[in-house]
């Protein structure tokens, strides 16, 4: 349920959710506002979506959750992995929701069960992942589930000549 109780269905993605997929992340870059990558960047067919969405579908250490309103995806949290045996106990994690159902609660409620998920899987003991020092609506959800910030990259992000963020790394253990 969010914050005005709409009611939210989580999954498990599949190789179907691929267009829903494709169509969140070209709403998300075209915003071009929190993300590294922008809309002109973004060349990504729905085809190759369904053949990344299967890599994580296949890798018991990776997931893609969706949330659903009414039967459509209306956002989505991915965990990778790391293929090097030192790092195999970490991943990171990204997440986007369509602007319309922002401020909702759906951002915590992928997250949530992110975490449980990395609970569940032994191998997992440590999420990490990468935010922009200007989305502080993202930074205060992280914060509020125990994540911690690790590192800074300064000035890691151009917007513009004289406008940049820091790279925030967030991490937390499971």
Same mark, same amino acid.
């Given at each position: 349920?969010?914050?005005?109780?709409?009611? $939210?269905?989580?999954?498990?993605?599949?190789?179907?959710?691929?267009?829903?997929?494709?169509?969140?992340?070209?709403? $998300? /870059?075209?915003?071009?506002?929190?993300?590294?990558?922008?809309?002109?960047?973004?060349?990504?067919?729905?085809?190759?979506?369904?053949?990344?969405?299967?890599?994580?579908?296949?890798?018991?250490?990776?997931?893609?959750? $969706?949330?659903?309103?009414?039967?459509?995806?209306?956002? /989505?949290?991915? /965990?990778?992995?790391?293929?090097?045996?030192?790092?195999?106990?970490?991943?990171?994690?990204?997440?986007?929701?369509?602007?319309?159902?922002?401020?909702?609660?759906?951002?915590?409620?992928?997250?949530?069960?992110?975490?449980?998920?990395?609970?569940?899987?032994?191998?997992?003991?440590?999420?990490?992942?990468? $935010?922009?020092?200007?989305?502080?609506?993202?930074?205060?959800?992280?914060?509020?589930?125990? /994540?911690?910030?690790?590192?800074?990259?300064?000035?890691?992000?151009?917007?513009?000549?004289?406008?940049?963020?820091?790279?925030?790394?967030?991490?937390?253990?499971?």
């Amino acid at each position: 349920m969010t914050k005005n109780n709409t009611q $939210v269905s989580l999954r498990t993605g599949k190789l179907d959710d691929a267009k829903a997929v494709f169509e969140i992340q070209s709403e $998300v /870059f075209s915003e071009n506002k929190y993300m590294v990558t922008v809309s002109d960047e973004f060349e990504e067919s729905t085809e190759q979506l369904r053949n990344w969405i299967q890599s994580i579908v296949e890798n018991e250490k990776e997931t893609i959750i $969706v949330a659903e309103i009414q039967g459509n995806v209306i956002g /989505f949290v991915v /965990f990778r992995s790391k293929n090097s045996k030192r790092l195999a106990h970490t991943g990171h994690f990204f997440i986007m929701i369509k602007k319309k159902y922002r401020d909702m609660g759906i951002g915590k409620l992928l997250i949530t069960e992110l975490l449980n998920w990395a609970e569940q899987n032994s191998s997992i003991e440590k999420i990490s992942l990468g $935010v922009l020092s200007t989305n502080h609506r993202a930074i205060a959800l992280y914060k509020s589930m125990g /994540f911690i910030e690790e590192g800074r990259k300064i000035k890691e992000i151009k917007f513009s000549e004289d406008s940049y963020a820091d790279d925030i790394l967030m991490s937390k253990f499971v």
